[in-house]
T-cell receptor, first 113, second 116 residues
Framework: GEDVEQSLFLSVREGDSSVINCTYT??????LYWYKQEPGAGLQLLTY?????DMKQDQRLTVLLNKKDKHLSLRIADTQTGDSAIYFC?????????????FGAGTQVVVTP | DTGVSQNPRHKITKRGQNVTFRCDPI?????LYWYRQTLGQGPEFLTY????????KSRLLSDRFSAERPKGSFSTLEIQRTEQGDSAMYLC??????????????FGSGTQLSVL
């Protein structure tokens, strides 16, 4: 079955770059997403990438996709304390419902001053 | 537009009781999803609606769970005869399919259910 895996924890100093990694097993994954969850809040869509792309940049966020290795990463440039949160990688492959997502367990990012 | 709204934010109940949660999606969104999230895990898909039609249910959704979206706007999720294993955050999300580039889900803040 489908599986999405992420490292559990990342500590980064304010101003440095953060890189969060994700691997997935479903070769038919078509859309790959990064969501952010702050305490007591729902998930916020940060960015997504279509499987025919290798890279997508959106302000401080850069997504890299290696389809061969089924590896997705999210780079946050100039990390701020407000970036402290849990980051979820997710994939979808059902063309009848792109919103049916398979999530990883999340990476807790802690930004230290 | 205030986003996706879920009520209540927290629900504490005793084992065996029935509970009902409500979700009000973003008004022009035609799709509505329910997910469940347990501590330390990512959300898991439960079911989704397109307008008022329930199009898919996960095998995670036992017979004790029922969801409705009677007029294609708000949705309710009912759990009958709650069990301690039902304790989780129940998340609702909505999206519009009038976009050729996949679906962007907008999540509510969730309903935290605790079954004692």
């Amino acid at each position: 079955g489908e599986d999405v895996e992420q490292s559990l924890f990342l500590s980064v100093r304010e101003g440095d770059s953060s890189v969060i990694n994700c691997t997935y097993t479903d070769s038919s994954s078509t859309y790959l997403y990064w969501y952010k969850q702050e305490p007591g809040a729902g998930l916020q869509l940060l960015t997504y990438i279509f499987s025919n792309m290798d890279m997508k940049q959106d302000q401080r966020l850069t997504v890299l996709l290696n389809k061969k290795d089924k590896h997705l990463s999210l780079r946050i440039a100039d990390t701020q304390t407000g970036d402290s949160a849990i980051y979820f990688c997710a994939e979808s492959h059902d063309p009848d419902s792109w919103g049916k997502l398979q999530f990883g367990a999340g990476t807790q990012v802690v930004v230290t001053p | 537009d205030t986003g996706v709204s879920q009520n209540p934010r927290h629900k504490i109940t005793k084992r065996g009781q029935n509970v009902t949660f409500r979700c009000d999606p973003i008004s022009e969104h035609n799709r509505l999803y329910w997910y469940r999230q347990t501590l330390g895990q990512g959300p898991e898909f439960l079911t989704y609606f397109q307008n008022e039609a329930q199009l898919e249910k996960s095998r995670l959704l036992s017979d004790r769970f029922s969801a409705e979206r009677p007029k294609g706007s708000f949705s309710t999720l009912e759990i009958q005869r709650t069990e301690q294993g039902d304790s989780a955050m129940y998340l609702c999300a909505s999206s519009s399919t009038f976009n050729s580039q996949g679906e962007k889900l907008f999540f509510g803040s969730g309903t935290q259910l605790s079954v004692l």
